[in-house]
């Protein structure tokens, strides 16, 4: 079974803490995301990476960072923690397919509180 | 990209059969339809994928018309379990696939 964990269930920073969300998946999937959920807003994408070293924007990269240096992890920066980016966070991953559609792989989520 | 277009939120009583409908106008010809199907404080997971007409598995089944313009999700004799966020999905499988996600609808299944 493919398995995509997150270093942190639960955590509490304060305002203006530089914050790291690890990820990590076992499966040589190419592609990583970083989503963010609150609640009647669905699943957002923040940014998303096809390869290492490479990212690109989702719907709401504003305030937070990536890196992938290696392929199977994938973190999320929050540079300045604010209260508005209390959240559950997603990460997930996936294989290239082309022409195969898609199967994404979530973690079980990252709860962070900024006070 | 595609955008999906889903119910809030759905009703529905034990040993019902539920039927979601996902409209995604926009859908390109490389295309595949999935659903997600999300519990509270978990992340989603996949249930079903098809490109057209009809899919089955031991879960759910997934109809999809001629047109490929909406898809609609199947749960045969619900249980109160199947209470859950779900989620329709459109996309390729290729590289640099964003894979945006619509705000979901929330089944309850009622006793």
């Known amino acids: 079974d493919v398995k995509v964990t997150q270093s942190s269930r639960y955590l509490v920073k304060r305002t203006g803490e530089k914050v790291f969300l690890e990820c990590v998946q076992d499966m040589d999937h190419e592609n990583m995301f970083w989503y963010r959920q609150d609640p009647g807003l669905g699943l957002r994408l923040i940014y998303f990476?096809?390869?290492?070293?490479?990212?690109e924007k989702g719907d709401i990269p504003e305030g937070y960072s990536v890196s992938r240096e290696k392929k199977e992890r994938f973190s999320l920066i929050l540079e300045s923690a604010s209260t508005n980016q209390t959240s559950m966070y997603l990460c997930a991953s996936s294989l290239t397919q082309d022409g195969a559609g898609n199967t994404i792989y979530f973690g079980e989520g990252s709860w962070l509180t900024v006070v | 990209l595609a955008k999906t277009t889903q119910p809030i939120s759905m009703d529905s009583y034990e040993g019902q059969e539920v039927n979601i409908t996902c409209s995604h106008n926009n859908i390109a010809t490389n295309d595949y339809i999935t659903w997600y199907q999300q519990f509270p404080s978990q992340g989603p997971r996949f249930i079903i994928q098809?490109?057209?007409t009809k899919v089955t598995n031991e879960v759910a089944s997934l109809f999809i018309p001629a047109d490929r313009k909406s898809s609609t999700l199947s749960l045969p004799r619900v249980s109160l379990s199947d209470t859950a966020v779900y989620y329709c999905?459109?996309?390729?499988?290729?590289?640099?696939?964003?894979?945006?996600f619509g705000t979901g609808t929330l089944l309850a299944v009622q006793p």
């Open positions: 098809g490109y057209k």
């Open positions: 990476s096809y390869d290492v070293k490479m990212k």
């Open positions: 999905l459109v996309g390729d499988g290729g590289a640099t696939n964003k894979l945006i």
